[in-house]
C-alpha cells in the first residue's frame, strides 16, 4: 500500500507535496487524514481478490479543517512476473 507516484491534480486538490506522498503508505501522508479503516478494507480486498471498485465514497478532510465528498476507483494492475501487483486509484469529487 505504498504510494508509488501521483498526479499534479491529486498534489493540488489535496494540498500534498511528491516528497510528502510518494514512497510513504497510503495511511501515512496527509497528517493521517488518508487512514480510514473502510479505505485500507477497500484496498486489501483490491489487492487479495483482485477486486474492482467503482465510486467508493469517503469524505476527506484537509489539514485546513475543509471537507470534501471523493469518489474513488479503484483497479489491481498485474506486473511482469515476480514482481507485485500495482493498485491505481483514481480520484473525483463533487462540488
Known sequence: MRVQFANESFYKE???SE???NNRLIYEF???QWDIPS???ML???HERNNRIEDFEIV????NAAT???FINVRRISTSSGHPALIVLSFRKTS
Open 39 to 41: 479505505l485500507q478494507q
Open 30 to 32: 496527509g497528517d493521517g
Open 60 to 63: 476527506h478532510a484537509s489539514a
Open 14 to 16: 489535496f494540498e500534498a
Open 19 to 21: 516528497a510528502d506522498t
Open 68 to 70: 470534501k465528498r471523493v
Open 44 to 46: 486489501t480486498d483490491t
